[in-house]
């Protein structure tokens, strides 16, 4: 069993910056490959970023490119999500995930477990 606890979500302007944080419990974290997905009120969940057990495995979805960093800490058991220059479409529920196994998948149905998530609201 792996529970998450996301942290860091909040208020921000537009251009602004935050960094989200995610604490995994059990055991074997560094064997996980963890991900940050998101939902908007009306919209499904959807992929953000994910990273497997290094750092040169990693994914992010096309409308966060070059704005939101993934990172992981696996002595904390902890995984990051940076995001700059934030946009008001950038609003939504942020989740953390986590899954056995090497692959990056997109799709929500692939990632066991979940955390309880984090509001981000980007203001105009």
């Known amino acids: 069993q792996v529970q998450l606890v996301e942290s860091g979500g909040g208020l921000v302007q537009a251009g602004g910056s935050l960094r989200l944080s995610c604490t995994a419990s059990g055991r074997d974290f560094s064997t996980y490959a963890m991900g940050w997905f998101r939902q908007a009120p009306g919209k499904e969940r959807e992929f953000v970023a994910a990273?497997?057990?290094?750092?040169?495995?990693?994914d992010s979805a096309n409308s966060v490119k070059g704005r939101f960093t993934i990172s992981r800490d696996n002595a904390k058991n902890m995984v990051y999500l940076q995001m700059n220059s934030l946009k008001p479409e950038d609003t939504a529920v942020y989740y953390c995930?986590?899954?056995?196994?090497?692959?990056?998948?997109?799709?929500?149905?692939?990632?066991?477990?979940w955390g309880q998530g984090t509001q981000v609201t980007v203001s105009s």
């Open positions: 995930a986590v899954k056995l196994g090497i692959l990056l998948p997109t799709e929500t149905t692939k990632w066991g477990y």
């Open positions: 990273i497997g057990r290094s750092a040169a495995n990693q």
